[in-house]
């Protein structure tokens, strides 16, 4: 099977991160997409990250009718800092059957290059790059790319803990199972909003 892995701190998944999902997931030849949960981000802060399970959980709820999307907790049980390139080989080595390529955005494409071992990374996988505004995508890493116009909402994970801790409203910028297990739970009522 070809699986389309959507690597991420989810923090925590959003609408928007679905709809990609989603689309790449039926736009494209990828059979399954695995969005793949990060417990830390080496190139972003840590401290306003809710607790790994739960954003595991609040990931669960959201995609638990699509049974082309799958959460993955690959990463917690590998070194941390969490990098791709050690996730992808991993993933190689436990599921041989399957064929496993990268979703990104354009703007994380532009910073590929801070990447650990991004070099293995372009010649060993497909990237499928969806376009985020005021980043173009040029391949000049000699990577195999497929460029996707994915639809795009501006919402950002910063944004809705930022509404969640002002007691606003985040209903239709969360899936519905989601925004009831934070609010049920009292989550990002406390922690730092950051930037993740």
Not at 6 to 16: D, L
Not at 83 to 110: C, W
Not at 122 to 143: C, M, Q, W
Not at 156 to 164: A, D, E
Request: proline share 6%.
């Amino acid at each position: 099977m070809h699986v389309g892995l959507y690597f991420g701190s989810f923090n925590p998944v959003h609408i928007g991160h679905l709809i990609i999902a989603s689309h790449c997931r039926h736009q494209t030849d990828l059979e399954q997409v695995w969005i793949v949960l990060s417990p830390n981000n080496p190139l972003k802060p840590s401290a306003s990250l809710l607790n790994e399970y739960h954003r595991l959980h609040l990931l669960q709820v959201a995609i638990t009718e699509d049974p082309f999307l799958r959460a993955s907790d690959i990463e917690f049980h590998l070194p941390r800092p969490s990098y791709t390139v050690n996730t992808m080989a991993y993933l190689a080595e436990k599921y041989p059957q399957h064929r496993f390529s990268i979703i990104m955005g354009s703007d994380s494409f532009s910073n590929l290059r801070q990447w650990h071992q991004y070099l293995y990374l372009v010649s060993h996988h497909t990237l499928y790059i969806y376009k985020r505004p005021g980043f173009e995508v040029t391949n000049d890493l000699g990577a195999d790319l497929r460029v996707l116009d994915a639809p795009l909402l501006e919402i950002s994970s910063t944004q809705i803990r930022k509404m969640i801790r002002e007691g606003q409203s985040a209903r239709y910028l969360l899936h519905d199972n989601t925004l009831r297990e934070i609010e049920q739970n009292g989550y990002y009522r406390q922690i730092p909003i950051g930037d993740t």
